[in-house]
């Protein structure tokens, strides 16, 4: 069955970085997208980041552009979110998600558990 | 940039009765392939978020039956017929296509 685990949340002081990785098995990771999603104490889902199967394309949301960088490694079935310059309003579970429809996306279907950032001094 | 009004922010439902959640967008989301990517999921409290709904009316592998997806163009509905006690949660609405995506506001649910 499709499991994603992620790692690599923790508390860190503003303006520092922290790498997320997410460890995916059950299925062939190189045929789908992945997203990265958050939810920030007190508030709802937002979608952080995609990337393609590939890696060619990736999207972001406003509030990460610049900052979040996501990346996969196929031969490792491991999907990052590397997070620079972080800053309070970072503060979230981070969940990994895999898309729905094979070399396609259509919005995430299978989740992680997520991992803990606390962006705090 | 697409708006999207996610309605109503909370709902409390008698277990048995059905419920509505309502997702309206400033622009059509039926996409150039024919497809509106509109998802519906479910975060239950300490879980992650489950996916219900996808493409509209589909429902995902394993949601029972009386989840519902409707709709068509900027206007979209989720319906649960019959509210159970572990229906309890945040529901969002979320668009996929055009990227990037969004998810509405949300809706919490509770049993009355």
């Known amino acids: 069955q499709v499991q994603l685990v992620e790692s690599g949340g923790g508390v860190v002081q503003p303006g520092r970085s922290l790498r997320l990785s997410c460890a995916a098995s059950g299925f062939t990771f190189s045929g789908y997208a992945m997203h990265w999603v958050r939810r920030a104490p007190g508030k709802g889902l937002e979608w952080v980041a995609l990337i393609w199967n590939d890696g060619t394309n990736k999207y972001y949301a406003d509030s990460v552009k610049g900052r979040f960088t996501i990346s996969r490694d196929n031969s490792k079935n491991t999907l990052y979110l590397q997070m620079n310059t972080l800053r309070a309003e970072d503060t979230a579970v981070y969940y990994c998600?895999?898309?729905?429809?094979?070399?396609?996306?259509?919005?995430?279907?299978?989740w992680g558990q997520g991992t803990l950032v606390t962006v705090s001094s | 940039d697409i708006v999207m009004t996610q309605t109503p922010l909370s709902l409390s439902v008698t277990p048995g009765q059905p419920a509505s959640i309502s997702c309206k967008f400033s622009?059509?989301?039926?996409?150039?392939?024919?497809?509106?990517?509109l998802n519906w999921y479910l975060q239950k409290p300490g879980q992650p978020p489950q996916l219900l709904i996808y493409e509209v009316s589909s429902r995902f592998s394993g949601v029972p039956d009386r989840f519902s997806g409707s709709g068509s163009g900027t206007d979209f509905t989720l319906k649960i017929s019959r509210v159970e006690a572990d229906d309890v949660g945040l529901y969002y609405c979320?668009?996929?296509?055009?990227?990037?995506?969004?998810f509405g506001q949300g809706t919490k649910v509770e049993i009355k």
């Open positions: 998600a895999r898309d729905r429809p094979p070399y396609d996306t259509g919005g995430p279907s299978y």
């Open positions: 622009q059509s989301l039926l996409h150039s392939d024919g497809k509106t990517y």
């Open positions: 979320m668009q996929s296509k055009p990227l990037p995506p969004t």
